[in-house]
């Protein structure tokens, strides 16, 4: 939660003695200092607004930390085992040389941390709070640690039934007049069409901004659920647009533009991030995601994270062609190109790799390692781990 303002005081104090921003020895004095203290220092600078300085590295070198961890991790277990998982969890991490951490606080239209919006997620049996826990954890080992979050994907059928009506989505759910939220496959989804939409988004990133010291807000790549045209057909109908795919891929954009916006007024220095599907081509036939937009140019994310998850025998998108690919989507300064990359499939076999690519995961045990040399001989600020 937020420093005491007796911290603050003390913090800046510290700060105060060590450094001064604009002063020629403020230079001089970090270049000789141990990068780790540069970061420490940097870490704890407290401006006249804000009693937290998000931690954030300028090569990226993240791991995701999903929701489908959770059952293990929390499911019948108490607030100590949990810490004492997470905490290993993240030391191996830090051991690994990983810097950056994505925690999935809201992967299903509920909440990992405490939230008036959102119910508990099904997974925490306990009382505790695990946001909290994870940021003392990773803050601890300096790990920048980003708040995950899925903007419109919701509960299931059967599970939004359970769900008490004191809950905005399941009011909306109840209301056959409110199109704002539809089901897809036995799912709730949030329609991006509605401005009601936009707003409970932006209320829930406003949520964690201000009950948590995370370093950044993080979506992945769950845009459009379906390209059914009945999905947003009403909606549709009364905006007056011909072009149902250019409509909808400015819907998502106002979505990410919304989640930037809110960040960025509630803390400049604040980072968000948006990880895409690695096929630039399935961005938009399938998601309507803008990512030559979003990656090309200022106020859409500060970070990109395609999701390459391809060999470098994949028959559709080739590692590293798609690499190149990218890096000419991302040359605007102030975007940095991250590249996901899938230690998952590491011994694992790779059905849509086609035949070149099926057993790549399988015969190159290396290949992640591989990989990595490519990101770092690329234009690209880092690379992200699904384990």
């Known amino acids: 939660m937020k420093k005491t303002i007796l911290l603050a005081a003390v913090l800046t104090m510290f700060v105060t003695s060590c450094t001064n921003s604009k002063t020629e020895s403020e230079t001089k004095t970090k270049k000789q200092l141990p990068t780790r203290y540069v970061q420490e220092i940097e870490h704890l600078y407290i401006n006249n607004t804000q009693a937290y300085n998000p931690l954030n590295y300028s090569y990226h070198t993240g791991l995701w930390i999903p929701y489908t961890y959770y059952d293990e991790y929390m499911s019948g277990k108490s607030e100590e085992e949990f810490r004492s998982i997470i905490r290993k969890k993240l030391t191996d991490?830090?051991?690994?040389?990983?810097?950056t951490v994505y925690l999935h606080v809201h992967p299903f239209g509920?909440?990992?941390?405490?939230?008036e919006i959102f119910p508990k997620g099904s997974f925490l049996d306990g009382e505790y709070d695990p946001l909290q826990i994870m940021?003392?954890?990773?803050?601890?080992l300096s790990l920048s640690a980003h708040a995950w979050i899925n903007p419109l994907r919701c509960q299931t059928v059967e599970e939004m039934k359970q769900l008490p009506d004191t809950f905005i989505i399941k009011?909306?759910?109840?209301?056959?007049?409110?199109?704002?939220?539809?089901i897809v496959n036995g799912r709730w989804y949030?329609?991006?069409?509605?401005?009601?939409?936009?707003?409970?988004v932006s209320q829930c990133v406003n949520e964690i901004l201000n009950n948590y010291n995370v370093d950044g807000i993080h979506i992945d790549d769950y845009f459009y659920p379906t390209t059914a045209e009945d999905f947003d057909k009403e909606a549709f109908e009364a905006s007056g647009d011909?072009?149902?795919?250019?409509?909808?891929?400015?819907?998502?954009?106002r979505l990410v533009k919304a989640i930037y916006d809110t960040v960025k007024a509630y803390d400049s220095r604040m980072l968000f991030g948006i990880s895409p599907q690695g096929n630039i081509n399935s961005n938009y036939t399938t998601q309507y995601a803008d990512v030559r937009l979003w990656?090309?140019?200022?106020?859409?994310?500060?970070?990109?994270?395609?999701?390459?998850?391809?060999?470098f025998k994949n028959e559709t998108c080739p590692f590293e062609p798609t690499l190149r690919e990218w890096e000419n989507i991302v040359k605007n300064s102030s975007v940095s190109l991250v590249i996901g990359l899938a230690a998952y499939k590491l011994g694992k076999e790779d059905t849509w790799a086609g035949a070149a690519g099926k057993q790549e995961w399988i015969e190159n045990p290396d290949i992640i390692d591989e990989q990595i040399e490519s990101v770092k001989k690329s234009s690209a600020n880092g690379y992200s781990l699904y384990k």
């Open 171 to 182: 009011t909306w759910t109840n209301d056959t007049e409110n199109n704002s939220v539809k």
């Open 295 to 311: 990656g090309g140019e200022s106020g859409y994310c500060d970070y990109i994270v395609p999701q390459l998850y391809f060999g």
């Open 190 to 200: 949030l329609n991006p069409a509605y401005d009601e939409t936009i707003k409970l």
């Open 135 to 140: 940021l003392e954890e990773a803050h601890k």
């Open 93 to 99: 991490a830090k051991t690994d040389g990983v810097n």
């Open 242 to 253: 011909t072009n149902l795919t250019a409509w909808r891929t400015e819907n998502c954009t």
């Open 110 to 115: 509920d909440a990992y941390y405490r939230s």
